[in-house]
T-cell receptor, first 114, second 113 residues
Framework: AQSVTQPDIHITVSEGASLELRCNYS??????LFWYVQSPGQGLQLLLK??????LVQGIKGFEAEFKRSQSSFNLRKPSVHWSDAAEYFC????????????FGKGTTLSVSS | EPEVTQTPSHQVTQMGQEVILRCVPI?????FYWYRQILGQKVEFLVS????????KSEIFDDQFSVERPDGSNFTLKIRSTKLEDSAMYFC???????????FGQGTRLTVV
């Protein structure tokens, strides 16, 4: 069965420092991969997605993620974190063929210190 | 920018009562979904809906749950007899096609007392 693991429950980063949030997935074929962000009391906003092609994908708000098939990973990165990036981040995988359901990881809470 | 809208934002209901959560997906989208997030836990898939029928559902989506698209715009989730453990944030989402990115609504917080 598909699964998504986000090993870090909570990360604190200083404002202006770089960020990497880890995501590992378990899936038989090449999956569709997503990163969503959820601010307190808000819904889920898509940051970026990977379907195929270039393994380094760019998203909104200066985020990027790299798909590494050999490591079954899709880590999210940002070179310089802003205080407004404090939120919960979810990695998700969808069925490749049907693509009609997302399996989410448990999420990583990002805190930004000044 | 088109968005998915959900009503109400918060609903409190007594155990055993029926609740209907409402969603208006993005107008040109064909796939519709419900997810839930129990407080402090991950977002869980409940059901997907396409062409006026359920295309996929999780083991969470048992007989007490049902979905409907009663008209051309609304997409509803009904819980027939609510239990305390149904308390959660329920998210509606829609996508243009299978595998496309899903756009999520702001959620309905359901509290069962």
């Amino acid at each position: 069965a598909q699964s998504v693991t986000q090993p870090d429950i909570h990360i604190t980063v200083s404002e202006g420092a770089s960020l990497e949030l880890r995501c590992n997935y378990s899936y038989g074929a090449t999956p569709y991969l997503f990163w969503y962000v959820q601010s307190p009391g808000q819904g889920l906003q898509l940051l970026l997605k990977y379907f195929s092609g270039d393994t380094l994908v760019q998203g909104i708000k200066g985020f990027e993620a790299e798909f590494k098939r050999s490591q079954s990973s899709f880590n999210l990165r940002k070179p310089s974190v802003h205080w407004s990036d404090a939120a919960e981040y979810f990695c998700a995988v969808a069925h490749n063929q049907a693509g009609t359901a997302l399996i989410f990881g448990k999420g990583t809470t990002l805190s930004v210190s000044s | 920018e088109p968005e998915v809208t959900q009503t109400p934002s918060h609903q409190v209901t007594q155990m055993g009562q029926e609740v209907i959560l409402r969603c208006v997906p993005i107008s040109n989208h064909l796939y519709f979904y419900w997810y839930r997030q129990i407080l402090g836990q991950k977002v869980e898939f409940l059901v997907s809906f396409y062409n006026n029928e359920i295309s996929e559902k999780s083991e969470i989506f048992d007989d007490q749950f049902s979905v409907e698209r009663p008209d051309g715009s609304n997409f509803t989730l009904k819980i027939r007899s609510t239990k305390l453990e149904d308390s959660a944030m329920y998210f509606c989402a829609s996508s243009e096609r299978a595998g496309a990115e899903a756009f999520f609504g702001q959620g309905t917080r359901l509290t069962v007392v």
